[in-house]
């Protein structure tokens, strides 16, 4: 079972629309969870801190589930900006290196 | 506001040749990585430093060996290129540990071809 595990996409969706991502770890020594955006041949880029108590940023909401080891993003109202690849991160407890899923890339269409 | 520097941007090398991919951060962070990414493929650790002088293993080490100097400095060199080794390259620094406040910066990558 790999360590990071997305939903394989694309997706491909109208403005305005919602989308959710999913994520699952297999380590349930993970300790801290992100969401990084990466654009085409660009470098990721944080989106966003995944906390227990779940979070929101704007149009994006975030929430972990560490019983089901599993991490969630939600993109509302979704704009052409958001087209994107969007990778879910996870860090081991006491660990420095970050263990980066493959990414679910995102097309929002006019 | 430099962050995290990386250089060159592209480069072509033939098969068994050698190189170094410079990279280099302004923020006083101690923990640096290299990483590689393939086409549709997500981030792979090659090496990691926690500290000057200190380096470890990441998930992909052969092929590559790294150095760290200095806190600022964390070159990554390729002894014999091989064309599995070609990838976009990406240095990454943050503070430590990676925690919720303290994200990993990345650099814009090194897009490397071997011939």
């Known amino acids: 079972r790999k360590e990071v595990e997305q939903d394989p996409g694309p997706f491909n969706v109208p403005e305005g629309a919602t989308v959710a991502f999913n994520c699952t770890y297999s380590n349930s020594a993970s300790q801290s969870f992100f969401w990084y955006r990466q654009d085409c041949r660009k470098e990721p880029k944080l989106l966003m801190s995944?906390?227990?108590s779940g979070n929101e940023d704007g149009r994006f909401t975030a929430q972990l589930n560490r019983a089901s080891q599993y991490i969630s993003l939600l993109i509302r109202d979704s704009k052409l900006s958001d087209s994107a690849t969007y990778l879910c991160v996870v860090n081991l407890a006491g660990q420095g290196n970050l263990i980066f899923g493959k990414g679910t890339k995102l097309s929002v269409k006019p | 506001n430099a962050g995290v520097t990386q250089t060159p941007k592209f480069r072509i090398l033939k098969i068994g040749q050698s190189m170094t991919l410079q990279c280099a951060q302004d923020?006083?962070?101690?923990?640096m990585y290299w990483y590689r990414q393939d086409p549709g493929m997500g981030l792979k650790l090659i090496y990691y430093s926690v500290g000057a002088g200190i380096t470890d293993k990441g998930e992909v080490p052969n092929g590559y060996n790294v150095s760290r100097s200095t806190t600022e400095d964390f070159p990554l060199r390729l002894e014999l290129a091989a064309p599995s080794q070609t990838s976009v390259y990406f240095c990454?620094?943050?503070?430590?540990?990676?925690?919720?406040?303290?994200?990993?910066?990345f650099g814009d990558g090194t897009r490397l071809s071997i011939l």
């Open positions: 995944v906390y227990s």
């Open positions: 923020m006083n962070h101690n923990y």
């Open positions: 990454a620094s943050s503070l430590p540990p990676p925690g919720p406040n303290q994200p990993q910066h």
